[in-house]
């Protein structure tokens, strides 16, 4: 299995700082690779698919970059809406797997 | 826009088959090359991919579950079901089940499942 890794686990910023939260593969997974953010209690929902793709109607402060095994998940400026938990997942190779997940709080 | 809603017990003893469906409306389960999938996540951990279906009926399941899990797929029914035998409490979690067609773009809400005596 390809094993996903994500640092920081938690993180506390101020409103309008930039977030950014990193996710490496143990293998080369191209750019087989999404973003979801997760609010306690609700589904995951896809913000950043194919590493660097914007999904429809997520707003335009969040992006991601990379390839290969090193990819990295930016809030340009954090909102109070954005507190959550955010996962990389990988689809290069079956089992598709998931980032332990990285919690974001405001201070 | 295609909705998901997951159903089924919400408690299982241990040693018994945890069953659950997942029904697919705003489209049909038979198109759109969509992977139907299901994905669990335990109490305040991260999320475990379970397998897939696709449209045409193969499968694909995560090694680790030991060959306790089938999924299979109901089109005139647009469902799609997990069966996971021989559960244990180390299977308690909340079970979602989601389309895939390069992204998990669909998730059902989820629903919780409980393996207690």
């Known amino acids: 299995d390809i094993q996903m890794t994500q640092s920081p686990s938690s993180l506390s910023a101020s409103v309008g700082d930039r977030v950014t939260i990193t996710c490496q593969a143990s293998?080369?997974?191209?750019?087989?690779l999404n973003w979801y953010q997760q609010k306690p209690g609700k589904a995951p929902k896809l913000l950043i698919y194919?590493?660097?793709n914007l999904e429809t109607g997520a707003p335009s402060r969040f992006s991601g970059s990379g390839s290969g095994t090193d990819f990295t998940f930016t809030i340009s400026s954090l909102q109070p809406e954005d507190i959550a938990t955010y996962y990389c997942?990988?689809?290069?190779?079956?089992?598709?797997?998931f980032g332990p997940g990285t919690k974001v709080d405001i201070k | 826009q295609v909705q998901l809603q997951e159903s089924g017990p919400g408690l299982v003893k241990p040693s018994q088959t945890l069953s659950l469906t997942c029904t697919v409306s705003?489209?049909?389960?038979?198109?759109?090359?969509?992977?139907w999938s299901w994905i669990r996540q335990p109490a305040g951990k991260g999320l475990e991919w379970i397998g897939r279906?696709?449209?045409?009926?193969?499968?694909n399941y995560n090694p680790s579950l030991k060959g306790r899990v089938t999924i299979s797929v109901d089109t005139s029914k647009n469902q799609f079901s997990l069966k996971l035998t021989s559960v244990t409490a180390a299977d308690t979690a909340v079970y979602y089940c989601?389309?895939?067609?390069?992204?998990?773009?669909?998730w059902g809400q989820g629903t919780l499942v409980t393996v207690s005596s």
């Open positions: 989601a389309s895939f067609r390069g992204s998990y773009d669909y």
């Open positions: 705003g489209g049909s389960i038979s198109s759109g090359s969509y992977y």
């Open positions: 279906i696709y449209t045409s009926g193969s499968t």
């Open positions: 293998q080369d997974i191209r750019k087989n």
């Open positions: 194919d590493a660097s």
């Open positions: 997942q990988q689809y290069d190779n079956l089992p598709f797997t």
